[in-house]
């Protein structure tokens, strides 16, 4: 067995490759405003960054009006519009700087019909209501979040320029079927986890069938590492909103740290869920040489940063996204994406969770996450129990058949 | 399409899907199987779905439509190994030689 | 085999003795198959016999295309709504080619210039640059080279484009700026579409010409020496439908259906070219426009799949507008009157609620109807007429539910032209309404044959009609659950992708002349024609 602090220092290394590349495509990303705020003033001459907004000079220095643009969380990432605002209090032009939607649903939004509409409206009087001009349903996030940026843009003009605070509207926090269901499938696990025994494969398959029909097929919703990524980046999604992904990652991080256990891929994960189910069709009872365990491990381990890594370079968390979880709950991925779930479940006629363990990012975190708590509490003499849970969490060579926890 | 328009096409398929029927069924006497009727009509059930997804295949290629008999191929191929699968060992359920075991080790 | 079969034994089979035992079941059931069988035998050669695929050269009009049995799904209403107090359409502006017309020969006089216009329309769009050279006869307005207003533009333009600003925005755009890209574009890419305009040439150089008299004229069969026979009397009006439809179907229609036309379709004003003097004065809607029977044939499907580029509308609109006019033909010959609406732009009335009041189909997003035989593939045209006849009812197949899920349309319109959203309500009825200026404006500007098409080619109903999708149309419409609308969507939407839709567009607006599928070997210019 390999001392953790080695492989911690492996992973400290990735760290610092990962954060040099998120730097690195930050400062590749960093928008463009000039050029669509000479757009909505055209014959500006001089553009001043001042107090939070841009102040457009045209001929003569005459101030032809200002400019702001706040960000707003979209689906894909934080999405930027630039909202201009004449010296009369009339709307000048706005324009989308930035937005990271998929394209199906940036052209479902028809954000210009939008803009064009809002514009020449006095900066106090738009008629934000989305809804009567391009009513969309199926890309609200989107949507909303170009309302979001217009407003917070508008707002912030209207405060520096004419010193007059705009209220911007409370925002409902959605909590609904999804949410319920995953704080459910948690304490599951919870109570679960004390109980031995035929009560405990009984709840775990339970819970399994549970996650797999809401959070997968009904939902799609589970823990992608594109979702991790765009956490990472520092986009955090609205959590008013995008409550569901905070208490997966949350519950997975807690009961990683304070069980030694991931009870989101025990309790939780609809595609963990799909391979059981066809694992218990199929009797799977192909053992693998524990050398050949191990090398798809740590080949596991580097994919996941070569698409942490490309994501964070490009800034695009969809890129990382080589899951195909998509595919099995919503028919929608690339053909590649089809060819791996096809691998997969085929392999897991014969193979205990071949996604688990030999490609899912999540189980590369949870041993990161395990090696540091162990490697933590290690420095600390003296530990209870959580610390023999961790160490046999990760021995090499997991048992196939039976008994062991995956 | 005109093999498959005329009669002779199908008369064919027929009386090959007789000697399939009549093969499984030599296949599962010798093995002592026995084979009640819900058994066979899984059978028949799994075969309806095996030959609609060659059949899909074979329409979408005849189509043009290369991404829909890849895709389709395999989603409707993977349903089509898995109930397979499931329905080997249903039939085999009970003889021990390969039903029980290995289940739900969850 | 079955020797080895101890007697009696096996699942089921009762004991040995008292009771039916397996073998003489299987006997029995033997001798019952074996009935079965031949009476099948006999059942399929009658209906060999009587198969209209084997009327070669007429396995359409024998019927052929009645594939789908739609007695099952009629209704009573059809499945848009009557929401409010309705009024019929006003074409002057409404129609988006008679306004086009209106807004060229207007936007001409404005401008100075003089010649083509609009493709198909007449007049021709001004040059780059302000024109200010002599106006054209009769002009009421001197040419300007300042900004173009509603204020511009006589009634009923004026009030229009009051009420619907962008529309003018759109109309200018297409003139000013979309035709000239066209032109330039079509120089230089437009050869690999040689042969597909020359077969959508071929398919519209064969026609009836325009209607040249109003209804009171045009619509009444005339006799030697212009006298007007008498209406034959007629057995019974459903002998009578049964007889129009069998015709129309001889005459080569793919689809026919009637129905009592509902005033609400019919313009409030006429266009141009349909034989009225006078198109600021009302429709009278003649007392003899009882009944509409819809008549259609589908475009050819290779090409189809092949819009915006290799597509064309004319192999459909020839067709339509040649049978129309022979079942025209047909009931004046009986004696009645009979007034034909037939595309691309010679309608008095709007078709697609018709034929959908007629049972053909229903209203689907992108504005059209979508037919359980061809899905939207199918250009209408309507008779009117007073011939009585028994009338079908409206049919209820699931579109409307399946449109509410689906989208492809939508996501796929190059113009955006076709709502994401909801249903509207336009004149009192609740549907869905495109945006028919931005449609426009799409179809005038790519390259090849004239017109998009896309939505058409991309809907999940316009399938070719092998077994595979004639069960999925099936199975859709008769799930109540709305599950396999669902997961047709998604199939449809991950098998069957499209190019990113920005692709449809010309090169000069950041498009790449793409078409949805690949054209038929025989459209392929290249393998044909020496381009060098």
Known sequence: ?406 | MRIFDSGLFWFVEGILFVVVILAARAWAQDRGLPMPIWKWVLFLLWVALAGFTIAFVGTSFGEGEPVAATRGGLLFGLISIIAGVGLWRVLLAGTGSGGEDAVSEV | MSDSLPKGTGQGSGDGGAGVNRRDFLKLAGLAGAAAGGAGLGAFGYAAGQDPNSYLGWQNEEGASLVFNKKRYEVDEPTYLKVGPTSRPDARVEQIFERRGRFMREYMRLRGGGGRGFPGMGGQPPQQGQGSGASAEGAQSTPSSGPVTPESFSEPLRSYYRSNPQDLDLDILNSDELQPMNRADSAEYGDEFILAEAWSAAMGAVGPGPISGPPEVNDFPRGRGGTMPEPMKLVDPAKTAELIKAVSLQLGSTLVGITELNPDWVYGYPIRGRGFENLEEPLEIPDWWTYAIVVGTPMSWDPMYANPNYGTSNDAYSRSRIIATRVEAFIKALGYPARTHVPGTSYDLMVPPISIDAGLGEQGRNGIMITPEVGCNIRPAVITTNIPMATDKPIDIGVDDFCLHCKVCAEQCPSGAIPMGDKVEVRGYRRWKIDTAKCQNFWTSNLGNMGCRICVSVCPYTRKANWLHKTAMKVSANDPTGLTERLLTSMQKSFYPGPDPQDYFMPSLGGKNASYREPPWWLRTEDFIDLD
């Open chain 1, 1 to 406: 067995m390999k001392k953790p602090p080695a492989r911690l220092l492996r992973v400290l290394f990735a760290s610092v490759l990962l954060v040099g590349a998120l730097a690195y495509g930050r400062t590749r990303s960093a928008p463009d405003l000039i050029t669509p705020v000479e757009e909505i003033f055209p014959g500006s001459q001089r553009i001043e960054f001042q107090r939070g907004i841009h102040y457009v000079y045209g001929g003569a220095g005459a101030l032809m009006g200002w400019a702001g643009a706040e960000e707003a969380n979209g689906y894909g990432g934080p999405m930027l519009l630039v909202v201009g605002v004449d010296t009369l209090g009339q709307v000048a032009g706005v324009r989308v700087v930035q937005q990271r939607e998929t394209p199906v649903f940036w052209r479902m939004v028809r954000a210009p019909e939008y803009l064009r509409a809002i514009s020449g409206s006095r900066f106090d009087s738009i008629d934000y209501e989305y809804q009567s001009v391009v009513a969309v349903t199926g890309a609200t996030i989107s949507g909303d979040a170009i309302v979001e940026s217009v407003r917070s843009s508008v707002a912030r003009v209207a405060e520096v320029a004419f010193d007059v605070q705009l209220p911007l509207p409370p925002k409902p926090f959605e909590f609904g079927f999804l949410e319920l269901t995953i704080l459910v499938l948690f304490a599951v696990g919870i109570v679960g986890h004390r109980l031995r025994g035929p009560i405990r494969r009984r709840l775990r398959w339970a819970g399994q069938l549970v996650g797999l029909l809401v959070l997968g097929f009904w939902e799609n919703s589970p823990i992608t590492l594109a979702k991790i990524t765009a956490f990472l980046t520092g986009y955090l999604p609205d959590p008013r909103t995008g409550l569901a992904i905070y208490l997966l990652l949350g519950g997975f991080l807690l009961t990683s740290i304070f069980y030694g256990r991931n009870l989101y891929c025990l309790y939780a994960c609809p595609f963990g869920a799909a391979q059981r189910v066809v694992g218990a069709i199929g009797g799977f009872r192909l053992k693998l040489p524990p050398w050949v365990v191990r090398l798809m491990e740590g080949a596991r381990n580097v994919v996941v940063f070569a698409a942490l890594f490309m994501a964070f370079i490009t800034l695009q968390p969809a890129l990382a996204s080589y899951e195909p979880f998509a595919a099995l709950f919503a028919l929608h991925g690339t053909t590649l994406q089809w060819f791996l779930l096809f691998i997969v479940l085929t392999g897991s006629l014969l193979i205990q969770t071949p996604w688990c363990n030999f490609f899912c990012p999540m189980r590369t975190f949870e041993l990161v996450v395990l090696d540091t708590k162990r490697w933590w509490q290690g420095s600390r003499k003296g530990s209870p129990g959580p610390v023999k849970k961790a160490s046999k969490a990760w021995t090499g060579a997991r048992d196939q058949k039976g008994g062991s926890e995956q």
